[in-house]
């Protein structure tokens, strides 16, 4: 009983668990929404030109040259913005300007006193509190040749997470350009990882389209990968490039990071059963919290999803290493088994080909300055999810293919060769089951009894007594076959066993299409021999504890009843 329970808890877990996860995702959805429908998206257009870096050029408010990489050491106590100066060289002209990006920053550019240039801000619900990662142009006019800009900085948020940097001055239509060039590669991954998220979850509902216990491990898996590609493709900062206010786009990358944890338990539970394991089901739990309180404190506006962000970083940490230490378990248990090895191969390429391309962009971002900071994470991730996803398909074949095994020996264990219906050992596990009943309750039992059947079989030959007994059940199991299962218990003995609220009613029914079906079928001719089958049958009344035993007496000495009254009707 303690399995039972323990399986049953499990089960509801995992409805609340996920339950949760769709709420929160649909809360999430709506506020998108909001956000987008809100929000000015508005694009520009392009021309071509030359270009150069010009990072090293700013000063900052003593005229020394400015250090973007500490430019949270230039924040002042109580002054609103940082500001650094720019000045622009006296041969400027056609449709030249500045560009450079910024991250969890707002921007104003001035020359003199007038404005030029400024981060478009939208009023929406559910904003994020920074613009996150933005390209800003700015255009500069000959008029401003030989003037100087003067760049005034905001910081979202005061916790080193600001950054100001790759600058260009030319055509602004060719940096533009450039940066979409550089993140092709990137792009590519994204989508790949997106298409295979896709096929993943189209492959479960197809793989367990006729299973009635579904692995949904691919389903959970490509779900992930979803995720994760939606939010590489943001993460390359292309998109940003075609919009004015890219907090719409800031929210749903935050959300996508977010709601990414909870199908990589799910899948662990597929693949391991890990739920079996209290602590695997409070960090679960835990984190289903995590997911719905952040975005109350999102909604309320005490903190966006960015400024949660470490602490969605740490689940994906933690899951990552359970998941590690679930493939080194399953590894040690099967070292010695045959069975599973490419599976588990799969996915140790995998989590190894993660980690390696978290360690690689690591360096990259420690030892470099470039464009695209999760370049490998990308390559790493798709190879993460190619591994796993064929392992798992494997796995999945590997479990069809034996659950039609099993089907198929059950076949041949409880089904009569002859007929294809039940066959006696099928039967008398059902009496077991039915036994173990409190309430029996119109619970019937009809037998049925092939006639001449030794006489066809001695004057025509045991083919053509094959073929009365195939008949006879074919019209068995057309009549009655309906209110219950048919057996085969004996060389030319059927019996059905059924439930009904009006035993004797459905009975009738079905008796009367029998005699129906028993006559259409000796009209039809076609086979040497008069199909006969006498019957009887037998139910349980208000007693509710009739022994089956009994019932098959009752309904055998019926049947017998009933095959002395046609051999008498055939002898007039």
């Given at each position: 009983?303690?399995?039972?329970?323990?399986?049953?808890?499990?089960?509801?877990?995992?409805?609340?668990i996920?339950?949760?996860y769709?709420?929160?995702?649909?809360?999430?959805?709506?506020?998108?929404?909001?956000?987008?429908?809100?929000?000015?998206?508005?694009?520009?257009?392009?021309?071509?030109?030359?270009?150069?870096?010009?990072?090293?050029?700013?000063?900052?408010?003593?005229?020394?040259?400015?250090?973007?990489?500490k430019?949270?050491?230039?924040?002042?106590?109580?002054?609103?913005?940082?500001?650094?100066?720019?000045?622009?060289?006296?041969?400027m002209?056609?449709t030249?300007?500045?560009?450079?990006?910024?991250?969890n920053?707002y921007?104003?550019?001035?020359?003199?006193?007038?404005?030029?240039?400024?981060?478009?801000i939208?009023?929406?619900?559910?904003?994020?509190?920074?613009?996150?990662?933005?390209?800003?142009?700015?255009?500069?006019?000959?008029e401003?040749?030989?003037?100087?800009?003067?760049?005034?900085?905001?910081?979202?948020?005061?916790?080193?997470?600001?950054?100001?940097?790759?600058?260009?001055?030319?055509?602004?239509?060719?940096?533009?350009?450039?940066?979409?060039?550089?993140?092709?590669?990137?792009?590519?991954?994204?989508?790949?990882?997106?298409?295979?998220?896709?096929?993943?979850?189209?492959?479960d509902?197809?793989?367990?389209?006729?299973?009635?216990?579904?692995?949904k491990?691919?389903?959970?898996?490509?779900l992930?990968?979803?995720?994760?590609?939606?939010?590489?493709?943001?993460?390359?900062?292309?998109?940003?490039?075609?919009?004015?206010?890219?907090?719409?786009?800031?929210?749903?990358?935050?959300?996508?990071?977010?709601?990414?944890?909870?199908?990589?338990?799910?899948?662990m539970?597929?693949?391991?059963?890990?739920?079996?394991?209290?602590?695997?089901?409070?960090?679960?739990?835990?984190?289903?919290?995590f997911?719905?309180?952040?975005?109350?404190?999102?909604?309320?506006?005490?903190?966006?999803?960015?400024?949660?962000?470490?602490?969605?970083?740490?689940?994906?940490?933690?899951?990552?290493?359970?998941?590690?230490?679930?493939?080194?378990?399953?590894?040690?248990?099967?070292?010695?088994?045959?069975?599973?090895?490419f599976?588990?191969?799969m996915?140790?390429?995998?989590?190894?080909?993660?980690?390696?391309?978290?360690?690689?962009?690591?360096?990259?971002?420690?030892?470099?300055?470039?464009?695209?900071?999760?370049?490998?994470?990308?390559?790493?991730?798709?190879?993460?999810?190619?591994?796993?996803?064929?392992?798992?398909?494997?796995?999945?074949?590997?479990l069809?293919?034996?659950?039609?095994?099993?089907?198929?020996?059950?076949?041949?264990?409880?089904?009569?060769?002859?007929?294809?219906?039940?066959?006696r050992?099928?039967?008398?596990e059902?009496?077991?089951?039915?036994?173990?009943?409190?309430?029996?309750?119109?619970?019937?039992?009809?037998?049925?009894d092939?006639?001449?059947?030794?006489?066809?079989?001695?004057?025509?030959?045991?083919?053509?007594?094959?073929?009365?007994?195939?008949?006879s059940?074919?019209?068995?199991?057309?009549?009655?076959?309906?209110?219950?299962?048919?057996?085969?218990?004996?060389?030319?003995?059927?019996?059905?066993?059924?439930q009904?609220?009006?035993?004797?009613?459905?009975y009738?029914?079905?008796?009367?299409?029998?005699?129906?079906?028993?006559?259409?079928?000796n009209?039809?001719?076609?086979?040497?021999?008069?199909?006969?089958?006498?019957?009887?049958?037998?139910?349980?009344?208000?007693?509710?504890q009739?022994d089956?035993?009994?019932?098959?007496?009752?309904?055998?000495?019926?049947m017998?009843?009933?095959?002395?009254?046609?051999?008498?009707?055939?002898?007039q």
């Amino acid at each position: 009983m303690g399995y039972r329970w323990e399986e049953r808890t499990i089960k509801r877990y995992k409805s609340i668990i996920l339950t949760t996860y769709y709420a929160v995702a649909a809360v999430m959805a709506v506020m998108v929404l909001l956000n987008v429908f809100w929000s000015d998206q508005a694009t520009g257009d392009f021309g071509l030109g030359s270009y150069r870096k010009v990072d090293g050029d700013w000063l900052d408010g003593e005229g020394n040259p400015m250090d973007f990489k500490k430019i949270d050491d230039y924040a002042v106590d109580g002054a609103e913005d940082i500001r650094v100066f720019y000045p622009v060289p006296g041969d400027m002209h056609g449709t030249q300007g500045l560009v450079f990006r910024t991250k969890n920053v707002y921007v104003q550019a001035y020359v003199g006193d007038r404005m030029v240039y400024g981060t478009d801000i939208a009023e929406a619900p559910f904003d994020m509190n920074s613009p996150g990662t933005k390209w800003n142009v700015l255009r500069i006019d000959e008029e401003y040749a030989g003037e100087q800009v003067e760049l005034r900085i905001v910081q979202a948020y005061q916790d080193g997470r600001s950054k100001v940097d790759h600058f260009y001055l030319g055509d602004w239509a060719a940096v533009l350009l450039f940066v979409i060039e550089s993140k092709g590669f990137g792009l590519l991954i994204s989508i790949l990882i997106l298409v295979v998220g896709f096929f993943l979850m189209v492959a479960d509902i197809l793989l367990n389209a006729k299973r009635k216990e579904r692995d949904k491990s691919l389903f959970y898996l490509g779900l992930f990968a979803v995720l994760a590609a939606g939010w590489c493709l943001i993460e390359t900062n292309v998109f940003q490039l075609f919009v004015r206010d890219i907090r719409p786009l800031q929210l749903v990358d935050n959300i996508l990071l977010a709601m990414g944890v909870l199908p990589l338990y799910f899948y662990m539970e597929e693949t391991y059963h890990v739920f079996g394991n209290k602590a695997i089901r409070i960090l679960c739990g835990l984190d289903t919290v995590f997911l719905v309180g952040i975005t109350f404190l999102h909604m309320t506006g005490h903190s966006d999803f960015h400024q949660t962000q470490a602490g969605t970083v740490l689940n994906y940490g933690l899951v990552s290493l359970l998941l590690g230490g679930y493939i080194i378990r399953d590894i040690a248990c099967r070292r010695k088994e045959k069975s599973g090895r490419f599976y588990l191969r799969m996915q140790t390429i995998g989590i190894i080909c993660l980690c390696v391309g978290i360690f690689v962009d690591f360096l990259r971002y420690v030892l470099t300055d470039v464009l695209d900071r999760a370049l490998t994470i990308r390559v790493g991730l798709l190879l993460f999810i190619l591994s796993f996803g064929s392992g798992n398909l494997y796995r999945l074949y590997e479990l069809i293919k034996q659950g039609y095994q099993a089907e198929f020996i059950s076949h041949l264990a409880y089904v009569d060769g002859l007929t294809e219906v039940g066959n006696r050992t099928a039967y008398i596990e059902k009496k077991e089951e039915l036994l173990a009943m409190e309430n029996r309750e119109g619970l019937a039992v009809a037998m049925f009894d092939v006639n001449n059947l030794k006489k066809v079989n001695d004057t025509m030959g045991h083919g053509a007594g094959d073929e009365l007994i195939k008949e006879s059940a074919r019209i068995i199991r057309r009549s009655f076959g309906s209110l219950g299962t048919v057996y085969r218990i004996g060389g030319d003995e059927f019996v059905v066993l059924f439930q009904s609220e009006h035993p004797e009613s459905s009975y009738a029914k079905a008796k009367k299409l029998f005699e129906e079906e028993l006559a259409r079928c000796n009209e039809k001719g076609g086979h040497p021999f008069v199909v006969s089958i006498a019957h009887g049958y037998a139910y349980c009344g208000k007693t509710r504890q009739e022994d089956i035993e009994g019932l098959e007496k009752q309904a055998d000495q019926r049947m017998y009843q009933n095959k002395r009254e046609m051999k008498l009707a055939y002898a007039q």
